[in-house]
């Protein structure tokens, strides 16, 4: 290569990179900041699948009392079109009674449990008096100005179109936003209704981590306002221990570290950088499941803009006394 040629790459390089180092840190530059219309610092996880019976409304309730910002919820449909809030399609773990929501009417819905293991909190369970499976239109009725995080459960187009329906029926638009980790649904939820904010998906999480490793996602337009990021050590808590193998929790581990990691130490110290920077972009960052105050630290102290768990009074407890 010549002399000229050296010259000319590395000066390419040095501009790329000086570029995308200042759009990273001051992205209005180039994008307009998302408008946004409720902030969440408190999220609660099926309700607080920890206190309550998960995705009743006994939790949403309880939750909404102890000043949650937003529920999270998961949605299915019946037989009779009507759309239900249940984290299961198939009701074996819930009811005990190996039926799908699909195939029932909704006066046909069996009961919860009177208990319930935690999904995300090994070794525990959850208990409670209110057992029904509930409509999503009653907790749209119940908590009007309490945002709600909708997970579309299954890829199906009349479920979304009801969920949208029910959106805009209840004038919620501005205080909803839905998706699932499948890019599919997703995408089908935008094209519905895209007045209501979405989910980053599994496939754009991974895109955006990338993106930002190559110093790229400076540049790139992004549609999502809500990205949700799991703490990789949560599959820990949904194993038995003796059934995870030495490497498989290595990898668990070296996957958990990577907030630490490639976050901190992205363009060398500067920390925080991917949260930091889709903050500054409008876009809200929710580190989930997390159930303990340390994992609450660690997740702010990261720039998360907030949590979602299991337990809306601990959590509570926690936000109280951080500085």
């Known amino acids: 290569m010549s002399p000229s040629?050296?010259?000319?790459?590395?000066?390419?390089?040095?501009?790329?990179?000086?570029?995308?180092?200042?759009?990273l840190k001051y992205p209005t530059l180039l994008h307009q900041k998302k408008k946004q219309r409720f902030l969440s610092k408190h999220i609660s996880h099926r309700g607080g699948a920890g206190e309550n019976l998960e995705n009743t409304m006994a939790a949403f309730r309880h939750a909404v009392n102890m000043g949650t910002d937003m529920l999270e919820l998961d949605c299915h449909m019946t037989k009779d079109e009507q759309v239900v809030v249940s984290h299961d399609g198939n009701l074996k773990r819930s009811t005990g009674i190996n039926v799908n929501i699909s195939d029932m009417k909704y006066c046909e819905l069996p009961p919860y449990l009177g208990k319930?293991?935690?999904?995300?909190?090994?070794?525990?369970?959850?208990?409670?008096?209110?057992?029904?499976?509930?409509?999503?239109?009653?907790?749209?009725?119940?908590?009007?100005?309490?945002?709600?995080?909708?997970?579309?459960?299954?890829?199906?187009?009349?479920?979304?179109?009801?969920?949208?329906?029910?959106?805009?029926?209840?004038?919620?638009?501005?205080?909803?936003?839905?998706?699932?980790?499948?890019y599919e649904i997703v995408e089908k939820c935008h094209?519905?209704?895209?007045?209501?904010?979405?989910?980053?998906?599994?496939?754009?999480?991974?895109?955006?981590l990338g993106l930002f490793y190559t110093g790229l996602l400076p540049f790139v337009p992004i549609c999502e306002q809500f990205f949700e990021i799991p703490m990789p050590s949560i599959i820990l808590k949904l194993k038995e221990p003796h059934s995870i193998s030495k490497s498989q929790k290595f990898l668990i581990w070296l996957a958990d570290r990577y907030i630490y990691l490639?976050?901190?130490?992205?363009?060398?110290?500067?920390?925080?950088?991917?949260?930091?920077?889709?903050?500054?972009?409008?876009?809200?960052?929710?580190?989930?499941?997390?159930n303990e105050e340390h994992e609450y630290k660690r997740a702010f102290d990261l720039g998360a803009t907030g949590v979602m768990t299991d337990y809306p009074t601990k959590l509570k407890e926690f936000l109280r006394n951080y500085a």
Not at 130 to 158: G, S, Y
Not at 160 to 172: A, F, H, N
């Open 5 to 23: 040629a050296a010259i000319y790459l590395l000066s390419t390089l040095g501009g790329y990179v000086v570029t995308s180092f200042l759009l």
């Open 116 to 182: 319930l293991d935690i999904t995300f909190q090994k070794g525990r369970q959850s208990e409670g008096e209110d057992k029904r499976i509930p409509l999503l239109k009653e907790v749209f009725e119940a908590f009007p100005h309490t945002p709600v995080n909708i997970d579309i459960k299954v890829n199906n187009n009349l479920l979304i179109k009801k969920v949208s329906e029910l959106v805009t029926q209840y004038k919620r638009e501005h205080l909803t936003v839905w998706g699932n980790a499948k």
């Open 191 to 208: 094209k519905e209704n895209s007045d209501i904010p979405i989910l980053f998906s599994l496939q754009r999480v991974l895109l955006i």
């Open 262 to 290: 490639f976050i901190y130490f992205k363009y060398g110290l500067l920390r925080k950088a991917l949260f930091d920077h889709l903050t500054a972009r409008g876009i809200q960052v929710y580190v989930w499941v997390l």
